[in-house]
């Protein structure tokens, strides 16, 4: 069975950082385009960054560019997103998201971010 | 960047009837199109990629149609289930761009 278990989230304040994770199980990790998409309170999809299976390319919605980093670790079937300078509009719930069979097709159960003072 | 257009935003259909959604997008995506089914408090699930092929496990009641700009999805008798919003996703040009989501609900 196909699982993306995340962890990472929580209240931050604005300006600061946080770092999101997903672990992978039940597929070829390495063989998938691992993804990232967001869902503020309320409100539709937004796909936010995505990385090619050996991590040599990444890709960046223009609002995050700069403040976001997604990396992955093969070797522990892990996805990252380095989230610095938070804002509240990056407020969301975020999900993580294996490209099995070429689109958005494994999400994880998504973990909440709330940028707040 | 390709803007999905979702109608209606909202729609009152009935158990057992069928439902048809429908997704525009402002330039040709060909066929690669997606829907997703998102119920409260869960995650989005993939019903249709391709524009008509279906995900595993989906049952045949979901069906997806169309090509270049204009997409449908339908449901052909409506389970309790099946009341959820639902999302279409274009994945033809970078940035991958979703619909603003129709409901559906009870009528």
């Known amino acids: 069975e196909v699982q993306m278990v995340q962890s990472g989230g929580g209240l931050v304040q604005p300006g600061g950082s946080l770092r999101l994770s997903c672990a992978g199980s039940g597929f070829t990790f390495t063989s998938s385009w691992m993804s990232w998409v967001r869902q503020a309170p309320g409100k539709g999809l937004e796909w936010v960054a995505n990385i090619k299976q050996d991590g040599s390319e990444k890709f960046y919605v223009d609002s995050v560019k700069g403040r976001f980093t997604v990396s992955r670790d093969n070797a522990k079937n892990s996805l990252y997103l380095q989230m610095n300078s938070l804002r509240a509009e990056d407020t969301a719930v975020y999900y993580c998201i294996a490209s099995i069979i070429g689109v958005f097709d494994s999400w994880g159960q998504g973990t909440l971010v709330t940028v707040s003072s | 960047e390709i803007v999905m257009t979702q109608s209606p935003a909202t729609l009152s259909v009935s158990p057992g009837e069928r439902a048809t959604l429908s997704c525009r997008a402002s330039?040709?995506?060909?066929?690669?199109l997606a829907w997703y089914q998102q119920k409260p408090g869960q995650a989005p699930r993939l019903l249709i990629y391709g524009a008509s092929t279906r995900a595993t496990g989906i049952p045949a009641r979901f069906s997806g149609s169309g090509s270049g700009t204009d997409f449908t999805l339908t449901i052909s008798s409506l389970q309790s289930e099946d009341f959820a919003v639902y999302y279409c996703q274009q994945y033809n040009n970078w940035p991958y761009t979703f619909g603003q989501g129709t409901k559906l609900e009870i009528k």
């Open positions: 330039q040709s995506v060909s066929i690669n």
